[in-house]
């Protein structure tokens, strides 16, 4: 079975400072894709990040990186001098050759002036 | 704007009635997929499309559900004889497969539904 976990229901850090949000999955598969995705209050989902298991170099999107840990399957999202903007809900997403994508339960993030 | 677009964002029914909800892809992106998504949940895969062809229906498809793709471009999701249960954000995503596309799939807003 495939499954992602996010063990952080919800975060709170002051602007500016750098945010981890962990995420863990699991998958028999080899060849998969992993996800940030943000969803903002009230606005639709959109992509933040997205890793190909078979690259070693973790991703980097501006102030958002990645830590790809593939033997612990592990992927946790760092975002660097938070914003305001970045309050949302974050989800992991894990996707296999079948084209489905398993979201996590999602981490509330908090930017606080 | 050229986004998924989905119509309405918002249904309130009582239990019992059909609903129907459209997606609209973004031109030219020949996948198209629906999720549902409860409160305090990620969103659950339900169903996609490749062009008209529906390619695969989850298990948390029950009956009373159906979706179509008739031409290939926008797709519609119904719910017979809601029920309370089926009280979620519905989320479609598209994607194209084609010209060297990634496999990012762009989110709609959302239909939400509330059954009474």
């Known amino acids: 079975a495939q499954t992602v976990t996010q063990s952080q229901p919800e975060m709170s850090v002051q602007e500016a400072e750098t945010v981890t949000l962990s995420c863990t999955y699991d998958t028999s598969e080899s060849n998969y894709y992993l996800f940030w995705y943000k969803q903002p209050p009230s606005r639709q989902m959109i992509l933040v990040i997205r890793q190909e298991a078979y690259k070693q170099q973790n991703a980097t999107e501006n102030r958002f990186s990645v830590n790809f840990q593939k033997a612990a399957k592990s992927f946790s999202l760092k975002i660097s001098d938070s914003q305001l903007g970045d309050t949302a809900m974050y989800f992991c997403?894990?996707?296999?050759?079948?084209?489905?994508?398993?979201f996590g339960k999602g981490t509330r993030l908090h930017i606080l002036p | 704007d050229t986004g998924v677009s989905q119509n309405p964002r918002h249904k309130i029914t009582k239990r019992g009635q059909n609903v129907t909800f459209r997606c609209d892809p973004i031109s030219e992106h020949n996948r198209l997929y629906w999720y549902r998504q409860t409160l305090g949940q990620g969103p659950e895969f339900l169903t996609y499309f490749q062009n008209e062809a529906q390619l695969e229906k989850s298990r948390l498809l029950s009956d009373r559900f159906s979706a179509e793709r008739p031409k290939g471009s926008f797709s519609t999701l119904e719910i017979q004889r809601t029920e309370q249960g089926d009280s979620a954000m519905y989320l479609c995503a598209s994607r194209p497969t084609s010209g060297g596309a990634s496999n990012e799939q762009f989110f709609g807003p959302g239909t939400r539904l509330t059954v009474l």
């Open positions: 997403a894990l996707m296999n050759r079948d084209d489905k994508i398993i």
